[in-house]
Nanobody, 130 residues
Framework: QVQLVESGGGSVQSGGSLRLSCAAS?????????MGWFRQAPGKEREGVAG???????SSADSVKGRFTISRDNAKNTLYLQMNSLKPEDTAMYYC???????????????????????WGQGTQVTVSS
């Protein structure tokens, strides 16, 4: 129904940058879907990193504010996460997620809750070394 494919992960030194991409496809997907980035480090719970609703309103976790920026290119059906000033604690598997509920459903808080999303990608690994 909806397929999500992440790319752009890799290994970088502390202070470096990466840009993650998430390509969405499928007959059900449209530009009004809410989309989000989540991450999970070994032994830790999944954490909401950033989310954006169908109207382009974004939200981000306090731990990444000022360093990470979420954006979307609706013409390309692609979600991005620009990550700057990376730290070793940003090391994790990063997942893209999508949900069809309209912008009126979402709050800044709910955009960061993984339980609200119906579709998930397979993830891309980000490793930051000190």
């Amino acid at each position: 129904q909806v397929q999500l494919v992440e790319s752009g992960g890799g290994s970088v030194q502390s202070g470096g940058s990466l840009r993650l991409s998430c390509a969405a496809s499928g007959y059900r997907y449209n530009r009004y879907y809410a989309m989000g980035w989540f991450r999970q480090a070994p032994g830790k719970e999944r954490e909401g990193v950033a989310g954006i609703d169908g109207n382009g309103r974004g939200s981000s976790a306090d731990s990444v504010k000022g360093r990470f920026t979420i954006s979307r290119d609706n013409a390309k059906n692609t979600l991005y996460l620009q990550m700057n000033s990376l730290k070793p604690e940003d090391t994790a598997m990063y997942y893209c997620a999508a949900d069809p509920r309209p912008a009126s459903y979402w709050s800044l808080w709910s955009l960061l809750q993984g339980s609200n999303y119906n579709y998930w990608g397979q993830g891309t690994q980000v490793t930051v070394s000190s």
